[in-house]
T-cell receptor, first 114, second 111 residues
Framework: DSGVTQTPKHLITATGQRVTLRCSPRSGDLSVYWYQQSLDQGLQFLIHYYNGEERAKGNILERFSAQQFPDLHSELNLSSLELGDSALYFC?????????????FGPGTRLTVL | AQSVTQPDIHITVSEGASLELRCNYSYGATPYLFWYVQSPGQGLQLLLKYFSGDTLVQGIKGFEAEFKRSQSSFNLRKPSVHWSDAAEYFCEVRSQGNLIFGKGTKLSVKP
């Protein structure tokens, strides 16, 4: 158990809908990272927040957005969902915001878009 | 463009045999390098990382990796594989806010 929690574990929805994925970092960690894992694209970095501020952006679509709240939990919002958005979404947390920090991964949220 | 390549999609080794998983990267400067393991239905777990200094790094579960600048490689090794090592392994490269993962190598272990 990494100490990172993600809810829900599974999510099934329809095309065009909007969903919110939630991540609670390990106690004391200030950074949250979001990733998308799919069979065709592999593991893709989406976005990094550090202490409430966006620190880095990866391959995040404009239909996706994220935020980190004052209690340091984070939410990833996915809108206008398409079939291709079906994937496993992971969050990870780290103590600081540097590239050398160890990331601890949550168990993931499996999103299925029908 | 920056890239990370894990050339082997799937490797099968016998229990007790040695293992080497390959990772090559294309970056302008020496990046930070990581290896992770992912068991089915679980998140990634860090095995080891390299930033600078000694090019041979030791990790958890008996794994080690060697950074070779001339070959832009960071290969993961284990002298004797256990059945519990069956999983998928990912190489990650970080540089200047970019985090890029390889496509992964799935390891199967024969009894």
């Amino acid at each position: 158990d990494s100490g990172v929690t993600q809810t829900p574990k599974h999510l099934i929805t329809a095309t065009g809908q909007r969903v919110t994925l939630r991540c609670s970092p390990r106690s004391g960690d200030l950074s949250v990272y979001w990733y998308q894992q799919s069979l065709d694209q592999g593991l893709q970095f989406l976005i990094h927040y550090y202490n409430g501020e966006e620190r880095a952006k990866g391959n995040i679509l404009e239909r996706f957005s994220a935020q980190q709240f004052p209690d340091l939990h984070s939410e990833l919002n996915l809108s206008s969902l398409e079939l291709g958005d079906s994937a496993l979404y992971f969050c990870a947390s780290s103590r600081g915001g540097e590239g050398t920090d160890t990331q601890y991964f949550g168990p993931g949220t499996r999103l299925t878009v029908l | 463009a920056q890239s990370v390549t894990q050339p082997d999609i799937h490797i099968t080794v016998s229990e007790g045999a040695s293992l080497e998983l390959r990772c090559n990267y294309s970056y302008g400067a020496t990046p930070y390098l990581f290896w992770y393991v992912q068991s089915p239905g679980q998140g990634l777990q860090l095995l080891l990382k390299y930033f600078s200094g000694d090019t041979l790094v030791q990790g958890i579960k008996g794994f080690e990796a060697e950074f070779k600048r001339s070959q832009s490689s960071f290969n993961l090794r284990k002298p004797s594989v256990h059945w519990s090592d069956a999983a998928e392994y990912f190489c990650e490269v970080r540089s200047q806010g970019n985090l890029i993962f390889g496509k992964g190598t799935k390891l199967s272990v024969k009894p």
